[in-house]
């Protein structure tokens, strides 16, 4: 039963590409979510999807960034035009439905470098 | 715009049990405290969960206070390799359903 699986693990992009970010979720799994790393700090939450849903993107950066759950396929984190202050890991995590009694499983990251 | 707090850091013997704190005095009658942590950068492991009763699980165990404003987590016999950030989040149950990070507890078990 394979984990949350994150890829590209890293990803370099030059200031104004675009970084797509893949997250597929678990097996049974149809609840996503999407955090943010930067150097030396903590995880903040970005945003939350149900398969073809957004949830709640109230962590989302207002421009650049969006964020889909298809029905088939991964949970994909785009970013425009990205500028070296995007530089961090990002981390999706899933789980089985909603409800706070239930866990929610980390991928490993994808660690997304701006030059 | 985490409802915890734990101490920034501790320290740990190799082979003794690591009690790691947290507060959580506005949690609600619906919220579950849970526990992550994330060693270096990798991504942040499930360890334990729990709503009122303690719970325990092949990693660690889970004490809830009976007013549950706070709980602990109880790593029986700490490794070099439970070496890493520990995290203690209130997830509410009808919430939007994200999990708010804090700073967590740097645990540094030392030989």
């Known amino acids: 039963n394979a984990g949350v699986m994150q890829n590209p693990r890293h990803l370099v992009r030059r200031r104004g590409q675009e970084a797509r970010l893949r997250c597929s979720p678990m097996k049974g799994h149809s609840h996503v979510y999407w955090y943010r790393q930067l150097p030396e700090e903590g995880l903040k939450f970005m945003v939350y999807?149900?398969?073809?849903?957004?949830?709640?993107e109230s962590g989302m950066p207002k421009e650049r960034f969006s964020a889909e759950f298809p029905k088939e396929g991964p949970s994909i984190l785009r970013i425009q035009q990205v500028v070296r202050g995007d530089s961090a890991a990002y981390f999706c995590?899933?789980?089985?439905?909603?409800?706070?009694?239930?866990?929610?499983?980390f991928g490993q990251g994808t660690r997304l470098t701006v030059v | 715009d985490a409802k915890t707090t734990q101490p920034t850091s501790m320290d740990c013997a190799e082979g003794r049990a690591a009690n790691l704190p947290c507060n959580h005095s506005t949690i609600s009658g619906n919220e579950y405290v849970y526990w992550y942590r994330q060693i270096h950068s990798q991504g942040p492991q499930y360890i334990i969960h729990g709503l009122k009763n303690n719970e325990t699980n092949e990693m660690a165990s889970l004490i809830i206070t009976e007013d549950r404003k706070s709980s602990t987590l109880i790593l029986p016999h700490a490794t070099l390799r439970d070496t890493a950030v520990y995290y203690c989040?209130?997830?509410?149950?009808?919430?939007?359903?994200?999990?708010?990070f804090g700073a967590g507890t740097r645990l540094t078990v030392k030989p």
């Open positions: 989040i209130v997830r509410a149950a009808y919430n939007n359903n994200d999990m708010r």
């Open positions: 999807l149900q398969k073809e849903n957004i949830i709640d």
């Open positions: 995590a899933s789980s089985r439905r909603q409800g706070a009694d239930t866990e929610a499983f």
